[in-house]
């Protein structure tokens, strides 16, 4: 069943423009549930680089988002870099009451680099209480929202072709146990796709911790999927001498358009017990912010390898 779209003529802008800056307000939404994501996507290819659009999205950037972008060489890597800044603004903004413009939210880096957002004393606003992370590749940009607990998304090609024999990546990066893993498997394709799901999902760990790779190294902590094909279930091991790392986490990894593989985590909520907590529900929604919005559903789209219910 097609997902509804929702088109700007028929969204109720809020909000005026002020400064010469496209300040229409997002549509809200009710917070995601617990145990729920809700993840965003674009396709930057649905937006023509000279699309007047691009330019009332970077009038949405802080200014140093803007001179961030201006840093980049080349139109294809400015462009990402403000429909990713812009994605997070105006998701973001769908779950304040209303009333919030995306250009007034404001972002900082936590102790290791992951953007947060960055609450002000005195804001005379609801403040929900979500969390967030982004992730790109040049075909697709990712923004996942959950309640209260920290999340992390990786997002990959699931066609990239890596430069290097896998195994020598894989020696380089992974633990002894997934490398036998991947040893073990004959057949080339399914080689390279088992290496793509280990690291989205190695990546998405240590963003949702807030590390990153360089505060977290790969060969720390040692992913598993289980081989129960009616339920698999995705397992974390971490040495004991690991610190700042944690096995107290939630996978779910899915192929999006069928052309990229997505991996998130999210820390396991301590209010949920039983097998409430063993599986994430999600939400899918492909957008052109201001533009149109579409609750995405359905094998052609999104095929769920494990950890979603």
């Not at 896998?166 to 146990?177: G, H, K, M, P």
């Not at 040692?222 to 974390?236: E, Q, V």
């Not at 939400?283 to 579409?294: G, H, L, N």
């Amino acid at each position: 069943m097609p997902g509804r779209v929702f088109r700007r003529e028929m969204l109720q802008p809020v909000g005026s423009t002020v400064s010469r800056r496209f300040s229409t307000i997002s549509s809200p939404l009710p917070l995601p549930h617990r145990r729920e994501v809700h993840l965003w996507y674009i396709k930057p290819e649905e937006i023509n680089d000279s699309s007047p659009q691009l330019k009332n999205y970077m009038d949405l950037l802080s200014p140093c988002e803007k001179a961030a972008v201006s840093s980049l060489t080349g139109h294809r890597l400015q462009k990402c870099a403000i429909l990713a800044r812009t994605l997070a603004r105006t998701t973001l903004s769908r779950y304040y009451d209303g009333t919030v413009d995306p250009g007034s939210i404001k972002f900082r880096k936590g102790l290791h680099g992951k953007p947060e957002i960055m609450w002000q004393d005195g804001d005379n606003i609801t403040k929900p209480p979500i969390q967030f992370n982004l992730s790109h590749t040049s075909s697709l940009i990712a923004c996942a929202v959950a309640l209260e607990v920290p999340i992390g998304i990786d997002v990959e090609e699931n066609t990239r072709k890596t430069a290097n024999n896998v195994l020598s990546i894989a020696r380089r990066y992974f633990t002894i146990s997934e490398v036998e893993h991947l040893a073990a498997i004959t057949c080339p394709d399914f080689q390279q796709k088992e290496f793509i799901r280990l690291w989205t999902l190695k990546e998405a760990y240590v963003k949702a911790i807030g590390r990153g790779f360089s505060g977290a190294p790969f060969k720390n902590f040692t992913i598993k999927m289980g081989s129960d094909k009616r339920a698999p279930k995705i397992h974390i091991e971490t040495g004991s001498d690991c610190e700042g790392l944690t096995d107290n986490c939630q996978f779910a990894l899915m192929e999006l358009n069928k052309f990229h593989v997505v991996a998130i985590c999210m820390e396991r909520d301590q209010e949920i017990s039983g097998n409430e907590n063993n599986l994430l529900r999600l939400k899918v929604w492909r957008t052109i912010p201001f533009i149109e919005d579409e609750l995405v559903s359905g094998p052609e789209t999104l095929n769920y390898i494990c950890g979603l219910t």
